[in-house]
């Protein structure tokens, strides 16, 4: 295969891309079977904005009914997750008067309920399942999109925590949310980072991007082209391990993440293989998470702030 293909950017629309490779076919979304496979695509990388993008994509209609599929297991409020702390340590104690907090797909509202009482809680949720968990539990006023919200509405902090990825055009949604932040407000973003070094060798066969639902992979230099062409300037930039392991299962999940790295179909064969003689039901990821610092904490605010 060229290295050469013609897939524009969804992100500046550039033609001047480079194929990374092919990406897994799938028949899971979000941990929930699918009707039909969905085939991955391929991954690519522009060279003006340094977005790496799946194409195709599945259209909106798609996603859609994919993501209000009316369960609320892959939603799970409960799970532990660092980004959540990281965040939350980001915010540290919300002023005296309360704070307002967007959280752009709150899912169940596992986020919303670390923080403290003070803040003010809002969010945003397309799996109606789990926003009726959220309104419940987190005392949260949800919408089902950034359409449904007030065109007065403002906040102080707005947070998309692991979303930005499901999204094919990042920046179309960074720009959005920016415009719903009061003066001095924030946005608070987590993500992979998609210019890792595991993953600058692997290309299309990193972990991160064997989720079919993850389309579209930022990065600093992508940040930096952002900023220069908007609005929008970076506050803060921080790498952190999204998953604690212990050394011998780090080492463990390394090997098995190098192997998929280099033979893809090996690992998914002895990934299936041995779930299946365990009496496992089918896995919707592969090893990888946690063993490096390969996720990102990104903080953003309007340009003109000092």
Not at 13 to 30: E, H, P, V
Not at 180 to 209: K, P
Not at 283 to 303: M, P
């Amino acid at each position: 295969m060229s290295d050469k293909a013609i897939a524009a950017c969804p992100c500046c629309a550039g033609n001047d891309t480079r194929c990374l490779g092919r990406l897994s076919d799938a028949d899971q979304f979000a941990g929930k079977t699918t009707p039909r496979l969905l085939h991955g695509g391929q991954l690519f990388i522009c060279t003006e904005c340094h977005l790496k993008f799946r194409h195709p994509i599945e259209d909106l209609a798609t996603y859609a009914e994919l993501y209000d599929n009316g369960e609320t297991a892959i939603w799970a409020g409960e799970i532990v997750r660092h980004d959540w702390g990281q965040i939350v340590r980001y915010l540290g104690s919300p002023p005296a008067s309360g704070c307002s907090v967007l959280d752009f797909g709150c899912n169940t509202g596992g986020f919303l309920g670390r923080l403290s009482p003070a803040y003010q809680r809002f969010g945003i949720e397309i799996n109606q399942a789990a926003a009726a968990i959220a309104t419940e539990q987190q005392n949260a006023k949800v919408w089902s999109s950034i359409d449904d919200i007030p065109a007065a509405q403002r906040f102080d902090v707005i947070v998309i925590a692991d979303v930005v990825e499901h999204v094919s055009n990042p920046r179309v949604l960074v720009e959005q949310l920016m415009g719903l932040l009061s003066d001095h407000g924030r946005l608070v973003i987590t993500t992979g980072d998609a210019q890792n070094s595991w993953w600058n060798r692997f290309g299309a066969n990193w972990w991160y991007c064997f989720h079919p639902e993850h389309i579209a992979f930022i990065s600093r230099p992508w940040l930096e082209y952002l900023a220069a062409n908007s609005n929008i300037q970076l506050v803060e930039f921080k790498k952190f391990r999204y998953r604690e392991l212990g050394k011998i299962r780090q080492i463990i999940h390394a090997l098995f993440m190098v192997l998929y790295g280099y033979l893809p179909s090996v690992y998914l064969g002895i990934r299936d293989a041995w779930r299946s003689l365990r009496g496992r039901p089918k896995s919707s990821s592969v090893l990888g998470n946690g063993v490096s610092k390969d996720h990102l904490l990104i903080v953003l605010s309007k340009k003109y702030e000092s």
